[in-house]
């Protein structure tokens, strides 16, 4: 067996949040979400990046926010019914601004290729395998993997504020 067909079967055997970014559709695996929520009041950290919103309150529980669109650079859509898709990546909860919430995806093997070479100066590590569902691709995204040193530091940054 290849590496690739071994990555399709791996990502086969499991389900997928599917959610949109803009124009795109784009999917996480539904192991790493704790719950899907509206947006919610955030109180935003000053000195982080400018995708980085700030923290919420979640149940007692401080979780950092992320906007996805635009840590990804994709334009926010008009009219979207916006959600915080809140993460647990292991180590640190983490909830992500998306425009909509899809569906939950089990796709067969066949149906997934690896992700494509792409030519950029951007890291693009964070993307594990492209979906073809009839005539539309979802981009299969690793989060954590999406998340730089400065995202890291904008959390821990974020933990240490709420814990003084």
Do not use: W
Request: hydrophobic share 40%; net charge negative.
């Amino acid at each position: 067996m290849s590496d690739q067909s071994n990555n399709a079967s791996a990502l086969a055997g499991q389900r997928y949040l599917s959610f949109s970014l803009g124009s795109e559709d784009y999917a996480i695996p539904l192991l790493s979400v704790k719950e899907v929520i509206a947006v919610p009041e955030i109180t935003p950290i000053p000195f982080t990046p400018s995708h980085f919103l700030g923290i919420m309150n979640l149940r007692g529980q401080v979780i950092s926010i992320i906007d996805l669109r635009s840590k990804l650079g994709i334009k926010p859509k008009e009219n979207a019914e916006t959600s915080v898709i809140i993460c647990d990546l292991g180590t640190i909860c983490l909830g992500a601004v998306v425009d909509s919430i899809n569906s939950v995806l089990a796709p067969q093997a066949s149906d997934i290729s690896d992700k494509p070479e792409i030519q950029s100066s951007k890291n693009t590590d964070y993307i594990t395998g492209i979906y073809r569902k009839d005539k539309q691709l979802i981009v299969f995204l690793d989060i954590s993997r999406s998340l730089s040193f400065e995202d890291h530091k904008a959390i821990n940054q974020s933990k240490t504020k709420t814990a003084a």
